[in-house]
């Protein structure tokens, strides 16, 4: 079955600083996607990525960076320059293909003005 | 856009009385999900469904059923409501082409008094 696990229950870094969430997660397959989610205070949960099992390579998208390293079965978060807005609550999440999204506890991102 | 709506964003019952939460979404999503979430716990998954009239249980279907006769609506069910049920109740939907991305509805807190 698949597990994941979020070691940082809440992190709280002063606005501008970087910071990584760290995502660790087991699954049987060979092919499996992983995905983060973040859940602002307004409760609605907003997909961030979704990352294929075969594809390893980093990616960017603006302040946000994704490092998946297979070896490792870890698929951490960074947020650059963090900003007010991005306190949330972040889910990391493997996937079997077309099969329910497992969700770890989450990690609380508080950033401080 | 996809859209998944929840019929009540708030709502109180009674103990002991039959509670309905609907969840619609507009994609064409094969699949619909309800999940929990509570505080410390994460989202965990209550019942999910692959297509209409099916189901399937997910990590904590005890006290809760399901019902999904048209593709676009999936209802969860609280047969006999309990303070134990209180909680956030998300519902989300995915599709094949959408590469199984899970949408989420913006939430039902139920509070059971």
Same mark, same amino acid.
């Given at each position: 079955?698949?597990?994941?696990?979020?070691?940082?229950?809440?992190?709280?870094?002063?606005?501008?600083?970087?910071?990584?969430?760290?995502?660790?997660?087991?699954?049987?397959?060979?092919?499996?996607?992983?995905?983060?989610?973040?859940?602002?205070?307004?409760?609605?949960?907003?997909?961030?990525?979704?990352?294929?099992?075969?594809?390893?390579?980093?990616?960017?998208?603006?302040?946000?960076?994704?490092?998946?390293?297979?070896?490792?079965?870890?698929?951490?978060?960074?947020?650059?320059?963090?900003?007010?807005?991005?306190?949330?609550?972040?889910?990391?999440?493997?996937?079997?293909?077309?099969?329910?999204?497992?969700?770890?506890?989450?990690?609380?991102?508080?950033?401080?003005? | 856009?996809?859209?998944?709506?929840?019929?009540?964003?708030?709502?109180?019952?009674?103990?002991?009385?039959?509670? $309905?939460?609907?969840?619609?979404?507009?994609?064409?999503?094969?699949?619909? $999900?309800?999940?929990?979430?509570?505080?410390?716990?994460?989202?965990?998954?209550?019942? $999910? %469904?692959?297509?209409?009239?099916?189901?399937?249980?997910?990590?904590?279907?005890?006290?809760?059923?399901?019902?999904?006769?048209?593709?676009?609506? $999936? %209802?969860?069910?609280?047969?006999?409501?309990?303070? %134990?049920?209180?909680?956030?109740?998300?519902?989300? %939907?995915?599709?094949?082409?959408?590469?199984?991305?899970?949408?989420?509805?913006?939430?039902?807190?139920?509070?059971?008094?």
């Amino acid at each position: 079955a698949q597990k994941v696990t979020q070691a940082q229950t809440e992190i709280s870094v002063v606005e501008k600083e970087d910071v990584t969430l760290d995502c660790v997660y087991e699954t049987r397959d060979t092919t499996y996607y992983l995905f983060w989610y973040k859940q602002p205070p307004s409760g609605e949960l907003v997909f961030l990525i979704r990352r294929n099992s075969f594809d390893e390579q980093n990616e960017i998208s603006g302040r946000y960076s994704w490092n998946f390293q297979k070896s490792t079965s870890s698929f951490n978060f960074t947020i650059t320059a963090s900003q007010v807005v991005d306190s949330a609550v972040y889910f990391c999440a493997p996937s079997e293909g077309n099969t329910p999204l497992v969700f770890g506890k989450g990690t609380r991102l508080s950033v401080i003005a | 856009d996809v859209k998944v709506t929840q019929s009540s964003r708030y709502l109180v019952k009674r103990t002991g009385e039959k509670v $309905f939460l609907e969840c619609v979404q507009d994609m064409d999503h094969e699949n619909m $999900f309800w999940y929990r979430q509570d505080p410390g716990l994460g989202l965990r998954l209550i019942y $999910f %469904s692959y297509d209409v009239k099916m189901k399937e249980k997910g990590d904590i279907p005890e006290g809760y059923s399901v019902s999904r006769e048209k593709k676009e609506r $999936f %209802s969860l069910i609280l047969e006999s409501a309990s303070t %134990s049920q209180t909680s956030m109740y998300l519902c989300a %939907s995915s599709g094949r082409h959408t590469h199984y991305e899970q949408y989420f509805g913006p939430g039902t807190r139920l509070t059971v008094t």
